[in-house]
């Protein structure tokens, strides 16, 4: 059965940080390309971060550059997404996604979805 398990959500004040994890199983993890994505109310889901097979490739949308960094643990099966500095319009739920392809197909396309996380950003 594939999983993928996000952990690491919560409330934090504006220029906090927090650590999100993604823990996978089910799939080959070394397989497949990893993303961190998000979605706010009333707003389309949109890519955050995501890191390719082996952590070989990364992006980093331009919203989030300079204070979001990906990381991934093989041995864990994890994916870490560190942020910092956060802001109150980094609100949203945080989900975990696994794509067969690299660069990472649009949504409708990516092959697994983890069931989120929330993260609140107080102002």
């Known amino acids: 059965e594939v999983q993928l398990v996000e952990s690491g959500g919560g409330l934090v004040q504006a220029g906090g940080s927090l650590r999100l994890s993604c823990t996978v199983s089910?799939?080959?993890?070394?397989?497949?390309?990893i993303g961190w994505f998000r979605q706010a109310p009333g707003k389309e889901r949109e890519g955050v971060s995501c890191i390719g097979s082996r952590g070989a490739s990364t992006h980093v949308a331009d919203s989030v550059k300079g204070r979001f960094t990906i990381s991934s643990d093989n041995a864990k099966n994890t994916v870490y997404l560190q942020m910092n500095s956060l802001k109150p319009e980094d609100t949203a739920v945080y989900y975990c996604a696994a794509d067969s392809r690299w660069p990472m197909r649009d949504t409708p396309l990516i092959d697994y979805w983890g069931q989120g996380t929330q993260v609140t950003v107080s102002s």
């Open positions: 089910g799939f080959s993890f070394d397989d497949y390309a």
